[in-house]
């Protein structure tokens, strides 16, 4: 049984796209339908839709894939280019700083780590490339909740549920969008002891070819790093060139 929300027309319509291939690049309606399972008269109207819409081309016989194709998959492999873009000045910052540097996605409602430089020092929290945590208690989180648009916000604070982790966690929806709006008017964001005790971070946001956020770039620091008050001045500075440098190489701009 279908979930109420599944759209039958959708999972059709991507049926019919899915029916050309490297071995089979041109489709007449006919070939289509028996390809997708459907009606020669659904595949019709939904070949004459993709057309319009500009993801296959025609010409008067037969259909193929047209190039607007390519934008289903581009945001997906952009990410998939962030770690080989960020590796590089990760190492750099980390070895400039002597700390930990990483860079995340927002996958839902959590961070997920796609590159993570390790310092000599001891680290308290086990982190690995493919780690989550939830988006609203991290410095990274809070820069990528800050680009959403504004009802993506919105929808994300009144679901999200918070937790107290340490006494420093951030302890309601109101103080959290304050965090949120303020990493997005300063450009970056500070957490400290809010996952646990003695662990600070500060994140600034990585942009892609089209200016948009794609990914956070974090430093994290920990009590005998630099003082809470200087972290502005000792820290974001190499932060912020880092993740320019990666914005750069993403073919984007700082």
Known sequence: MEDSYYVKSVEKAFAVLGAFSKDVPEHTVSSAAAAAGTSRAAARRFLLTLRDLGYLGYDGTAFRLAPRTLDIGASFLSHLSLPHAAEPHLKQLSADLGETTSLC?????????????????????????????????????????????????????????????????????????????????????????????????VAVPVRGADGSVVAAANVSLQLHSSPEEHIEETVLPHLRAAADRISRDLGGRA
């Open 105 to 201: 996605i927002l996958d839902g409602s959590d961070v997920v780590y796609v590159s993570r430089i390790t310092s000599p020092r001891l680290v308290r929290v086990a982190v690995n490339v493919g780690t989550r945590f939830p988006a609203w208690a991290t410095s990274m989180g809070r820069v990528l909740l800050a680009a959403l648009p504004e009802a993506e916000q919105e929808e994300y604070f009144a679901a999200v549920q918070l937790m107290q982790y340490t006494a420093g966690t951030v302890g309601s929806i109101a103080e959290l969008q304050h965090a949120v709006r303020r990493a997005g008017t300063e450009g970056f964001s500070r957490v400290a002891d809010e996952l646990e005790n003695g662990l600070r971070g």
